[in-house]
């Protein structure tokens, strides 16, 4: 399964919305589908599984939405210490693939 | 706290071999699945491979199969990445990583270690 993102970077200003997308070229059963952020330097940190369940210690500005083909990820009031790069992954189907990342950076 | 701590990465010849450790700590090891993700410099994240908690199931993309073996040994704490015949596209760091399953909820990636750099070149 490849999933494709949108937009590849995100410029954006502290305090605004983000809006990622995320689309799978199959049905992701399960919703298995999770969002990861990475900053330089630093492993990936889990941020939503199962397409909208936030993960441990995750501020609730940070939502996911969708079914299917179609995921998204919400960033509210964006903080400093968002901007990064976000990659969607799917985890239920063999092999487990990762979209091409958005880089959110600062406006 | 958890801590995964990969080892063994370095600078190899292509065609070479290595061996890649990540010991854990701080979980049941033995209750996760266990995962290799790779990130080629400057680019984006890419699954390598993962194994049941027993052991008994392994899973690869396909661009490593045949050359990477993946095994893990739960009385130690420790998971292994087996590399052959190693090309110059496996350049990367190498992550190890988790995933919890429960029922038919599923959590990836939900602790990761910091990284330990694998080089192919002549």
């Known amino acids: 399964i490849v999933v494709t993102q949108s937009p590849g970077t995100l410029s954006l200003s502290p305090g605004e919305r983000a809006t990622l997308s995320c689309r799978a070229s199959?049905?992701?059963?399960?919703?298995?589908l999770a969002w990861f952020q990475q900053k330089p330097g630093q492993a990936p940190r889990l941020l939503i599984y199962?397409?909208?369940r936030r993960a441990t210690g995750i501020p609730d500005r940070f939502s996911g939405n969708g079914s299917g083909t179609d995921f998204t990820l919400t960033i509210n009031r964006l903080e400093p210490e968002d901007f990064a790069v976000y990659y969607c992954h799917q985890y239920g189907n063999s092999p487990l693939t990762f979209g091409q990342g958005t880089r959110l950076d600062i406006k | 706290e958890v801590q995964l701590v990969e080892s063994g990465g370095a600078l190899v010849q292509p065609g070479g071999s290595l061996r890649l450790s990540c010991a854990a700590s701080g979980l049941t090891f033995s209750a996760y699945w266990m995962n290799w993700v790779r990130q080629a410099p400057g680019k984006g994240l890419e699954w390598v491979a993962n194994?049941?908690?027993?052991?008994?199931?392994?899973y690869y993309v396909d661009s490593v199969k045949g050359r990477f073996t993946i095994s893990r040994d739960n009385g130690k704490n420790v998971l292994y990445l087996q590399m052959n015949n190693l090309r110059v596209e496996d350049t990367a760091v190498y992550y190890c990583?988790?995933?919890?399953?429960?029922?038919?909820?599923?959590?990836?990636?939900?602790?990761w270690g910091q990284g330990t750099l694998v080089t192919v070149s002549s």
């Open positions: 194994i049941k908690q027993d052991g008994s199931e392994e």
């Open positions: 199959q049905s992701l059963s399960g919703s298995y």
């Open positions: 199962g397409a909208s």
């Open positions: 990583a988790t995933t919890t399953i429960f029922g038919l909820t599923m959590i990836p990636g939900e602790h």
